[in-house]
């Protein structure tokens, strides 16, 4: 039964939902008519709905559950843990040992030579908590017009108000009077789209480096220009992996105007892209790093932020001077979400999760390519243990489908969910990124029924007259 048939009658879920409940990135009107999917369980890789039909989660829920759906060592230690201490914080010099634990491991597999840990709830949190930590930290070392960060064009940072000024993505702004001060957005690093013609993809690459230092001249070069953030592989901007070359020539140029380099490894991080880091894979060198999602597995909800000595020794001074670093939220390190969140990782390291994603990566790659040569593919990238296909009108000019007429992407969408697949339509960018624990036989299982969606897309596109191939 699709979402469009399902009944809305009596005290139904679906009934429920729709008079009550306000859903994050929804159009309500649409969900006034046709109401929610309703997920009821997960099993491994597989989550149902309450009529009883299972999917293959394709996108790990939100690019996070890495464990997929069901794990019952963490459902225990969970348990054991609201038992002990069900809550407490980490304000003014107070601790418990599920915050150190897990602090101390994060420190130990940090990419960097990391100094401290700041937890939060969520990536926007996070990231959120690092723009106010450049902001503090530059007045710390009297510099108050060094504020500006740099993200990019489609790069996607969370939804706060500062972190979804980071985000470039214009449905994250309109209507929201974003971005706020001191936010600024660089060139977007997808070869595809933005190379021009004739320019080979390490040209592109000097040129985005290029482009990044005109900016930041033309914004007041190192006096006011403090950082830049990005995603190691670009997510919900559509899985862009930049070309090879592109983050040592940024950082070249960050280094020159004394800017730092914050890591946004919230859906890179914990294996996706085949290492433990996208840092590790990227070749980054960052003074700031953020994760979230697959820290905890999404089991709980939790973020970290890890910053360099060089950071943490000037929040230090100005706390000190003010008398507190005056940020905080009552949930940070809470004791069950870091218990999770421990024992996630030990989990991981005990069934070589890392290792099997980067085993499987090449064989995953293989399938994401194998799509290349669809009529109705433009782009087929990917990198480790996620990637996307660019849904297209015209594969020799790359000529885009009307998204608002169109709709070639949601119609993809909508019948890879007809043959009980979840992946992720962001405009025509198709993303799939399955829970790290999937293996081979159900990869195959699930490009198959990808295909078979594709396949009936560009069936509708053509009659519809709106694809000739």
């Known amino acids: 039964m699709n979402d469009v048939s399902r009944s809305f009658r009596g005290n139904s879920n679906a009934a429920r939902d729709i008079a009550h409940h306000l859903h994050p990135y929804t159009n309500f009107k649409k969900h006034e008519q046709t109401g929610p999917l309703t997920i009821v369980r997960g099993r491994g890789i597989y989550v149902m709905d309450d009529d ?22 963490l459902a225990t230690v969970a348990y054991e843990q609201m038992k002990q201490l069900p809550f407490y914080h980490a304000f003014n010099q107070r601790s418990h040992e599920p915050a150190i634990n897990l602090a101390e491991k994060l420190k130990e597999m940090a990419p960097f030579e990391a ?25 710390a070392l009297g510099r108050p017009q060094k504020k500006k960060i740099i993200s990019r064009i489609k790069g996607y940072h ?11 993505l214009p449905v994250n702004h309109r209507s929201f009077d974003l971005p706020i001060a001191n936010i600024i957005h660089t060139s977007c690093p997808h070869f595809y789209r933005f190379g021009k013609d004739g320019e080979t993809e390490e040209q592109f690459a000097t040129r985005c480096a290029e482009e990044l230092e005109q900016l930041i001249v033309k914004e007041g070069g190192a006096e006011q220009c403090a950082a830049m953030i990005a995603e190691p592989v670009m997510g919900a901007g559509g899985v862009i992996v930049p070309p090879k070359g592109y983050y040592e020539k940024i950082q070249a140029v960050l280094a020159k105007y004394d800017m730092l380099f914050i890591a946004d490894e919230v859906i890179c991080g914990f294996g996706r892209t085949g290492n433990v880091w996208g840092c590790q894979t990227l070749n980054i060198k960052p003074d700031i790093l953020t994760c979230a999602k697959a820290l905890s597995a999404s089991f709980l909800p939790i973020s970290a932020v890890m910053i360099s000595d060089k950071v943490y020794q000037a929040l230090s001074i100005e706390s000190e001077k003010i008398g507190t670093w005056g940020h905080g939220f009552t949930y940070s390190g809470h004791p069950v979400a870091a218990a999770v969140a421990l024992e996630a990782q030990k989990v991981y390291e005990e069934i070589d999760l890392f290792g099997h994603a980067k085993r499987l990566s090449p064989i995953f790659q293989k399938h994401i390519k194998s799509f290349a040569d669809h009529p109705l593919v433009g782009e087929a990238m990917g990198i480790g243990m996620f990637g996307a296909l660019e849904v ?46 999937i293996n081979e036989q159900e990869l195959d299982d699930l ?15 053509t009659a519809e007259g709106k694809f000739k191939g």
């Open 115 to 139: 100094s401290k840990v700041f937890f939060a709830n969520s990536g926007s949190e996070a990231n959120d908590t690092v723009v106010k930590m450049v902001w503090y930290m530059n007045n």
């Open 158 to 168: 969370g939804i706060t108000v500062a972190s979804g000024s980071l985000t470039g």
């Open 447 to 461: 490009f198959g029924r990808l295909r078979q969606a594709l396949d009936a897309a560009m069936a509708e596109l």
């Open 52 to 73: 009883g039909k299972e999917y293959i989660e394709g996108m790990a829920g939100l690019w996070s559950a890495a464990l997929g759906f069901s794990n019952e060592r």
């Open 392 to 437: 297209v009108k015209d594969k020799k000019t790359k000529q885009a489908f009307d998204l608002v007429a169109d709709g070639a992407g949601l119609k993809v969408y909508n019948q890879a969910v007809a043959r009980g697949l979840f992946i992720r339509n962001m405009g025509d960018r198709i993303a799939i990124c399955p829970p790290l624990i």
